[in-house]
């Protein structure tokens, strides 16, 4: 048996957990252990890990941590978690343009061996701000500090056509601007007020957290259910229900439609039941269809490349796909039912009106899926609510309700109207 | 009118252009333009754009290359995409274990300058290796060369407890390494061969790109098709049926299954009609609860959260999710059944049993589109197979044909077997 309290880790082990894990350990420890734990982590970790405690418990942490970093602290926790402000790290190496280089390497050595240069963004681009009101005025890396001249002055090798971004800017937008601006190879991008005043730095690698993050989120709003916080294996039972059957409810509300359209239609349906045979095979046929349109005008407006304008051009393209995918599946079924007929004799009763009944619908509702699962994200958008909330399994419940309506009129049409059979 | 040719680029333009379409803009380029347009672009950059070229084409391409440059890109065309080799930049800043911090920045300076530093990788890391056979002994950062005391050794100064991966390394591994160690905030990761000699180097912004891009085809895959290679609005419209018709006609084929189920129980059906118009609804709820597991278990294997030997507790995870679903929807089930029984007089005809069989099969299903939607993805990892093919209209698709088969055999045994109503 040994003393050691099994809670005691080094401090790099707890700088490697998940936030959510921190956030647990920080609430067992000691005092002493809080204080050393929460010392190691750069601000905007330290603020990461706060945002998982309740504000009063909040303010206990906060006393642990010395007042400068206090202060900057609070700042940054007066802020959202998903704007740049939340996001970035107030603090970065910084130099004023008129130093030579061999006094900018002199002012950044000093910087980075301060007491506090742990909590410095670890990047390595120094920024040239001026000195009365840290207006940004350019950017130099260290690779170049270190390739200049001595003598040379900072304004004089400075990049000064900046990428920047605002401090409200939305951290999906910040993931964009990264990607747009990926041959340039940023390894950060400054955060700037209205004014030009340098607020701070957002890193590349807390942007490949967000990425990692945003698709997640989609993917499980994708697949029909509100997006997790905590990963699967740690998300609580109860939670997790909570968070699945809001949606599926919902889900099951709308399909419940399906009932009563086919109460509409129970007669048709008692006098020709071999249309309930292929029923499912119809309704399934709409959906997977509108779930592979939906998804792709979700993903390509999540990544830009689909803008709310381009509504127009994306039908068009959904509808002659969706053509030519119905034309495809049509002909498959037109397959299974001759060869079911000639091979076991089924589908006896009114054999061709009911083989042109249901290969049309399956045209005309792989068609329609196409369109309403492309359009569906664009309406959302419009609504200004997330795309990603028309899912897959919510096109799929809206498909099968129209694609009924479609399936029971194109069958009384061709069966009662053009065969003149009698209902 | 201006007399300006409108393909012309400059260097900048070009190089911020995606891949396909600097691909595209090389195909009806000058020679001049190829060989300006190939020179600015990095090394690891070339090798994109080289890929999209038949080897006939890259042999003419490479020939507008310098000849060191030439070498290198060859070396890596050779390599997939999608492992470290042909993701890294085997050009890296380097410095000797012996060498002073004075002497390290001025060899740092030299090769900062020299002709072919642009093709560089654009870190901020030095690597010392070595001498004689370039064994990777530790990584020194531009912040800490410009910090340190002059005369201090590199081999003092150097990290050496160093993250690595091998040249065969998956990127979406070397993506998940970053991850784990990202309170390292790593900017690169060197790639080294068995005996730990210096390959090259994979950098954070490269990995920005493989974790968007494996996102988008993991959420394309589980909108059930293919990933598509280009961006939506430019894949051709011929590409895009073939990408989606091949799974769609599949999932068409295995949703026929339907039709032979319920053909095998036409005189249930016919007997009792209303069980066809619940059939949609539970069939779409055991779909739904599927497509929320299965997309849960996908997303947290591709983030490294849920490992093959989980099964099991994920499995006990969703039997008791599944039940208390199962019983939320069969309660939903019971309200609406009741409400139009008494409202419009639906369902008379053996009111009770018909009640208890639809809501025992709403309850059942959900919680079998449960087991069997986390359970999929398992499978298709034991078998090597990519889990995020188990897609939601897989999943919709094979619960569809189970769920009948509960459906059916359930309703028959409450109205034939317990309430005693004659076939």
Known sequence: MTDTNQLTLTTDQFESLPVHEQAQMLRTASTENKRLWLRVLALDDVVDVLQQFKPAEQEELLKLLDARVHADVKALLAWAEDVATGLMNPRYLSARPDMTIQETLLYVREQATSRTSAKTSATSYIYVVRHDDQKLLGIVTSKQLIAASGTALVQDIMFTDLVTVRPDCDQEEIARIFHEHKHLKLKAIPVV?????????????????????????????????????????????????????????????????????????QDTLSKFIALAVFMPLIMSAGGNAGSQSTTLVIRGMALGEIRLSYWWKVMRREVVIGTILGIILGAVALLRILAFHDLFGQYDDHFAPLTVAVILSVALVVLWGNIAGSLLPFGLKLLRLDPAVSSNPAVSVFVDVTGLLIYFNVSRLILVGVAGVAL
Do not use: C, N
Not at 240 to 250: D, E, P, S, W, Y
């Open 193 to 265: 007020d209205a004014d030009g005043r340098m607020k701070g730095v957002v890193s590349l690698d807390d942007i490949v957290e967000v990425v990692r993050k945003e698709a997640t989120e989609d993917i499980q709003k994708m697949g029909g259910m509100e997006a997790l916080d905590l990963p699967y294996m740690t998300t609580g039972i109860m939670k997790m229900v909570r968070k699945r059957a809001i949606f599926l409810v919902t889900l099951f509300l709308g399909e419940m439609l399906t009932a009563t359209v086919m109460t509409v239609y």
